[in-house]
């Protein structure tokens, strides 16, 4: 095993309904409690609105349906908000509505594996891979760049 895959990845775990899935610590800017979120006429049904944060605004989106999981009719006055760095603009801010914030888990880069083989769902480019939790459970490693990227 060499030193890379010995390097320690920090994650920050979050949850839509009862499963548990993670982004990268290193691309979160901050995580928010949603104030009054505004609609935003006119967008995509992925992004929900758009919230005013430290004076700027800044759209919200709920990437369920991108995903292919089931997206809650209503989503905007519960939950957590992540704002995460978009890696192609790394001055441009979104967040992303999640139900409740996990915890940060600081795994080897060793441990994060890749999608199983065999048939690809369509929402299998957005996840980098998944680690196993001290309980068992298998937290999917969102990628980021794939999933804003299809915003």
Sequence with gaps: MTAENNALIPLLTFHWGEEVYAVPLAAVHEVARPSRMTPVPGNSRTVIGAIVLHGEVLPVADVRGVLGLAVPPERTSTGHIIVVRDRGNPADLIGLHVDAIGEVLHVQEAEIRAQESGPQSPSSGFFSGYVQSQDG????????????GAL
Aim: net charge neutral; hydrophobic share 60%; proline share 8%.
């Design 137 to 148: 459970d298998v937290i999917r490693v969102l990628c980021l760049p794939q999933v804003l």
